[in-house]
Structure formats: structure tokens, C-alpha cells
Nanobody, 126 residues
Framework: VQLQASGGGLVQAGGSLRLSCAASGRTFSSYNMGWFRQGPGKEREFVAAIHWDGSSAFYADSVKGRFTISRDNAKNTVYLQMNSLKPEDTAVYYC????????????????????WGQGTQVTVSS
């Protein structure tokens, strides 16, 4: 599986961005997907994840109520809608795929994911 993230950019605090992650391969629809981010001088951290069939989603406390993860399996794409952005959301955002098909458990740690995109920069100015 190859993942290509896009949609990052520079936005003012309070603004919105939508990230997209396009996946290659026929098995995308059976993989749980996640978004992670890594800010300057920080470790990579969990942002959001979604079950392979879209039935459930999980969020870091820091983004709950502001970010929404979704997926379109027909388009092999997962999205991250980010609203009410804050300067502390500034980071490189990565999408990731859990390589085990139809896993029931959705992981919130990086070690649970086998495939990673190249990252897209999000910068929020105050």
C-alpha cells in the first residue's frame, strides 16, 4: 500500500483545512486508517483513526470536537477535516494504514500501523 497525503498549508488561527490521503492498492477498504502528527522537536503523536468500514472513529483529546476523520472506500481516500485550528496544531501530518485486514481493534499508537505516507505540513499562525 502506498499513501499520498495532501492538503496541508498555512492558515490563520481559527481557520480550517482538509487533509486527504490517497491510497493505492485494492485492500485499502479493509484497513484501519490513522492520522498522526509531529511538531517541531516533538515525538509523533496520534490525532485520529477510523475503523476499516467507517463504523467508528477515535480522536486525541486535543482535537476532539474540532477534527473529523472520514473515509471514502470507493475512492481509496481518507480525510481529516480540521476546524478551529490553533497554533499548537502546527506539525507535519502523516496518514497511516494498519496492514492487517479487517482488524477489530483500532490502534492509537504509531506501532500499530505498517504503511505511512510522506507527510504534509500544516502551519497555523496566531
Amino acid at each position: 500500500v502506498q499513501l499520498q497525503a495532501s492538503g496541508g498549508g498555512l492558515v490563520q488561527a481559527g481557520g480550517s483545512l482538509r487533509l486527504s490521503c490517497a491510497a493505492s492498492g485494492r485492500t485499502f477498504s479493509s484497513y484501519n486508517m490513522g492520522w498522526f502528527r509531529q511538531g517541531p522537536g516533538k515525538e509523533r503523536e496520534f490525532v485520529a483513526a477510523i475503523h476499516w468500514d467507517g463504523s467508528s472513529a477515535f480522536y486525541a483529546d486535543s482535537v476532539k470536537g474540532r477534527f473529523t476523520i472520514s473515509r471514502d472506500n470507493a475512492k481509496n481516500t481518507v480525510y481529516l477535516q480540521m476546524n478551529s485550528l490553533k497554533p499548537e496544531d502546527t506539525a507535519v501530518y502523516y496518514c497511516a494504514a494498519d496492514g492487517r485486514s479487517r482488524r477489530v481493534v483500532v490502534y492509537t499508537g504509531p506501532v500499530g500501523y505498517d504503511y505511512w505516507g510522506q507527510g504534509t505540513q500544516v502551519t497555523v499562525s496566531s
